[in-house]
C-alpha cells in the first residue's frame, strides 16, 4: 500500500474505519491496477491477539460481498510467531476463487517480506 489512513473514529477503536491505495493486485504480464479500499474495524481481541475488519468500499468487487477479514498473531516456537489472515465472502461475479487465492497470495508474500525487514533482531539491541 503506498496510502493508508484514517478517514473515521479513532485508529484501533472498533467502528473506526480506514482508507488504503496502492498497487495490490498485479497481473502477470506485469500490469498493475491501482486499487483502493476502504476497511471498518468490527472487533479487537487483545488476549487473542485478533481483530476483525469488513471491506465497506473498494473498487476490485468485495464491497458487495459481505467481506469479514480476520488477522491474528499465533505463537510459534519458543521465541516466534505466525500472523494468520482468513477472509470469508460472497462470490463475486466475475472472479473465480482461484484467481482471489493467486491475487492474496502475492500480497501476502509482500506483506511478509515488509514485516520481516522490520523486525529487528534482539542480538543487535
Not at 493486485?25 to 487483545?46: M, P, Q, S, T, Y
Not at 516466534?80 to 463475486?92: A, K, L, Q
Amino acid at each position: 500500500m503506498s496510502t493508508c489512513y484514517g478517514i473515521h473514529g479513532v485508529n484501533g477503536e472498533v467502528g473506526c474505519i480506514r482508507y488504503s491505495d496502492g498497487f495490490f493486485f498485479e497481473e502477470d504480464d506485469g500490469v498493475r491496477e491501482a486499487n483502493w479500499v476502504k476497511v471498518r474495524l468490527v472487533a479487537v481481541d487483545a488476549n487473542e491477539m485478533s481483530l476483525n475488519y469488513e471491506i465497506i468500499g473498494c473498487n476490485f468487487g468485495f464491497d458487495k460481498s459481505n467481506y469479514l477479514g480476520t488477522y491474528k498473531v499465533v505463537p510459534s516456537g519458543d521465541e516466534g510467531c505466525v500472523v494468520e489472515w482468513s477472509f470469508t465472502t460472497d462470490p463475486i461475479e466475475g472472479i473465480t476463487c482461484e484467481y482471489v487465492v493467486e491475487k492474496y497470495q502475492h500480497i501476502l508474500d509482500r506483506m511478509t517480506k515488509k514485516m520481516e525487514d522490520a523486525v529487528v533482531d534482539k542480538n543487535d539491541l
